[in-house]
């Protein structure tokens, strides 16, 4: 950068500029400027609230309580006594895998399909996205109004189908393995587009000749698919996947909407577990303490995310 | 056996528009090397991928070694095709490059190492073969693609300007090579390129296209000799022929055979020349004049010489073209016609 000479009055005596109206200053300045609002709301809604999950867990605070005690690692000691935990934890991992592996195979075939021009591909494209663009709670209602125990479509369906007599038909949110099902499937519906649209984004940064050039070659579509596409968009999907495993192993909306965690138990995940432990039963350091264990996850997840962003970046 | 025939192959990318190929009639010979030549838009690529079954026909038919191949797959058609980036898996070393294409014909896998040792050898770059694409220069790329073209033996090799993203000093290196490399393996080759000099000093024809029509089909010599038509006659030539209208007639004159009235013996066409630049470039000197006086007054010429170190701008100079070196084209259809006395004063 050009050094430039102060400036100088007319009879040569440097002239006094304000501190902030220097040029290195004023870029100083601006940069606090931008930068504040981000770090205010990082603070304010994350930061204060996970240092006060934090401090609440060696508490035996309540909702409501006007005092609070240290307790220790009593909560810790107590939540991994408690088999809704145990049984939350796994659901936690069954949820995440099962649905990140369905939208990664789900989202290769739809970017796949949506790749190349067709009539109506704006169309489709649309439709694709739609369960994302659409509020969670309204596409987890409609969900539920689907899967209903008596109004369920499915059902009717099926019914009508003569699989089924009526009122036999499954219970989609009622009977464990089927609404763990049913809280995957529709998590999967959910983050489908997401994921698609990633995948896109990769799938058309690969240079025309390439796959042109393995046609050439001799190579048929599962080839090209398996050898060439797949392998190129590796570091795009391992995004993806991250980004997956964080939306889903911190999400509970769809549990919450569709069974809130039953029935016994069998949908529960931690974020939920939290939620209705510390929320909504008032055990606000219990409830701390079950959202910390999530945190340890997230750092590996965060690391391991973060250095596949940079290898991607130096290859 | 493996030559390539089109039948009024025929492209059309809108309907309603202009194709981009039209009617083209071609036949190569065994194991010739044939050059598409034409400006951006030419339609040369477009011919080349219908041709390796990248692009279908809106028209027309394509047979290779006798067979209409228009219903198959490129993998089906047993040619391979060098694409202008290359087109390498960024992801797999270069051995893998260069086997990718057995692996995916099914051959034995006992004699991939074998085979991709002996492409890579003929293209000299057997130390490379742990390396990934994006550790090589621009012109062991290029080796590699060829390589990778090379190994399962094909019938045709398609090349789409393979060297136009080397550097100027490589891409003669690379030419050369490319010649060689011709000659060894003996496969019929199409290639496409906008460069003249590359397609007069490998091809042994030239096709030359524009706006998706072929203009000449012909050896080096023929299309730079007696050039089929005006667009011919100025596309391959640097600088381009100089050409007059007279009368129903489009004259035409390189600038090599312009020349100092003393090196023009009779029977030659006079032109009195006022001399408005000279470009010194080594080998030779090109001059731009204008025509003074008669018929042509104020037409501006371009003259080549060995030197031009005795011309001065702004003065007058007699030069003379002899008549064999003159091409008639008719001025309607600006096609190539039989020589013809014309007045010239």
């Known amino acids: 950068m050009a050094v430039t000479p102060p400036p100088q009055d007319h009879d040569g005596t440097a002239v006094k500029v304000p501190w902030h109206r220097t040029p290195e200053n004023r870029a100083v300045l601006l940069g606090i400027g931008m930068f504040t609002p981000a770090v205010l709301f990082i603070v304010a809604l994350i930061g204060v609230p996970f240092i006060m999950a934090f401090v609440y867990a060696f508490t035996d605070v309540k909702v409501g309580s006007i005092e609070s005690h240290f307790v220790g690692l009593e909560n810790f000691r107590s939540i991994l006594q408690s088999p809704s935990f145990k049984k939350a934890l796994g659901n936690s991992f069954i949820f995440t895998i099962i649905s990140q592996v369905l939208v990664i195979v789900g989202s290769t075939i739809l970017s796949t399909a949506l790749k190349d021009r067709f009539r109506g591909r704006g169309f489709v494209r649309f439709l694709v996205l739609l369960p994302w663009v659409a509020p969670i709670s309204l596409g987890a209602i409609g969900w539920k109004w689907i899967l209903d125990s008596l109004y369920s479509v499915i059902n009717w369906v099926l019914v009508a189908l003569h699989f089924y007599k009526p009122y036999s038909a499954p219970m989609w949110l009622g009977e464990p393995h089927l609404a763990m099902a049913s809280v995957i499937l529709v998590h999967t519906w959910r983050l489908l587009p997401f994921s698609t649209v990633i995948m896109l984004a990769g799938l058309t940064a690969i240079p025309k000749d390439i796959p042109e050039a393995a046609e050439v070659d001799g190579a048929g579509f599962w080839r090209t698919l398996f050898q060439i596409t797949i392998p190129m968009m590796l570091p795009i999907i391992m995004v993806a996947v991250l980004f997956g495993i964080i939306f889903t192993f911190t999400d509970m909306t769809v549990v919450y909407v569709l069974t809130a965690g039953g029935p016994y138990d069998s949908t529960q995940v931690l974020p939920s577990l939290a939620f209705f432990t510390g929320i909504l039963a008032g055990d606000l350091s219990q409830g701390a303490a079950i959202s910390l264990f999530l945190v340890p996850i997230m750092v590996a997840v965060t690391y391991v995310m973060l250095r596949l962003a940079y290898k991607s970046e130096v290859a | 056996m493996a030559v390539v025939e089109t039948r009024k192959l025929t492209k059309v990318f809108k309907e309603g528009e202009l194709g981009a190929v039209n009617d083209v009639n ?320």
């Open chain 2, 26 to 345: 071609l036949e190569t010979r065994e194991g010739e090397f044939l050059v598409f030549l034409g400006p951006s838009g030419s339609g040369k690529t477009t011919l080349l991928r219908m041709i390796a079954g990248l692009e279908v026909p809106t028209a027309g038919e394509i047979r290779i070694g006798g067979k209409v191949v228009n219903h198959l797959t490129p993998r089906e058609r047993g040619i391979a095709m060098v694409f202008q980036s290359y087109a390498l898996y960024p992801h797999l070393s270069v051995y893998n490059n260069i086997a990718f294409p057995l692996k995916a014909q099914k051959v034995p896998k006992q004699t991939h190492r074998q085979k991709v040792e002996w492409a890579a050898g003929l293209l000299g770059i057997g130390h490379l073969l742990n390396r990934k694409p994006r550790e090589l220069s621009g012109g062991e790329r290029q080796r590699v693609a060829l390589a990778r073209a090379i190994v399962r033996e094909p019938s045709v090799f398609l090349l789409d300007e393979p060297l136009s993203n080397l550097d100027a000093k490589l891409r003669a290196s690379a030419r050369e090579e490319l010649e060689s490399f011709h000659k060894r393996v003996g496969t019929t080759t199409v290639y496409v390129t906008h460069d003249q000099i590359e397609a007069m000093a490998m091809g042994d024809r030239v096709m030359v296209l524009h706006k998706g029509y072929v203009r000449q089909l012909g050896t080096p010599r023929e299309v730079y000799d007696t050039p089929a038509d005006t667009f011919v006659a100025t596309f391959l030539g640097s600088p381009p022929m100089n050409l007059m209208e007279n009368g129903d007639y489009v004259v035409g004159f390189r600038p090599e055979h312009l020349l100092p009235i003393e090196l023009a013996p009779n029977p030659a066409i006079k032109f009195r020349l006022k001399v408005k630049n000279t470009e010194y470039l080594g080998a030779e000197w090109i001059l731009y004049g204008t025509v003074v006086g008669g018929k042509f007054e104020g037409k501006e010429v371009i003259s080549r010489l060995g030197s031009a170190a005795s011309f001065e701008a702004d003065q007058m100079y007699d030069f003379g073209v002899r008549e064999p070196d003159l091409h008639f084209f008719e001025r309607q259809s600006e096609k190539r016609t039989q020589p013809k006395v014309l007045a010239w004063q």
